[in-house]
């Protein structure tokens, strides 16, 4: 059964660079064709997805307003994958998930708050 947890630190201030760490146990994130994703939540909106990386390559996606200040990466020896997020805002507050591509797979969450 492959197991997803997210972690990080919490509380950040506008501007502040802040990283996420995906664990993945269960499973090999290089294996299967596809993708890893991290998907979030702000307080009362919907899911919104951020930005996705190959199970294979070091090809990557970013939703519109996280290109140039966000970067998804993996360690494939750690099975992790991390978020980097640079030049945070506070429209950045939410549910941060990371899940596997087929949708089967997704972690807990981990809270990022970004307020001054």
């Known amino acids: 059964q492959v197991q997803l947890q997210e972690s990080g630190p919490g509380l950040v201030k506008p501007s502040q660079t802040l990283s996420l760490t995906c664990t993945v146990s269960?499973?090999?994130?290089?294996?299967?064709?596809?993708?890893w994703s991290w998907i979030r939540q702000a307080p009362g909106k919907g899911l919104e997805w951020v930005s996705s990386?190959?199970?294979?390559?070091?090809?990557?996606n970013y939703a519109d307003s996280m290109k140039g200040r966000f970067t998804i990466s993996r360690d494939n020896a750690k099975n992790r994958l991390y978020l980097q997020m640079n030049s945070l805002r506070p429209d950045d507050t939410a549910v941060y998930y990371c899940?596997?591509?087929?949708?089967?797979?997704w972690g807990k969450g981990t809270l990022v708050t970004v307020s001054s």
């Open positions: 899940a596997h591509g087929s949708g089967d797979y």
């Open positions: 269960g499973g090999s994130i290089t294996t299967n064709y596809y993708y």
């Open positions: 990386i190959s199970s294979e390559s070091s090809v990557s």
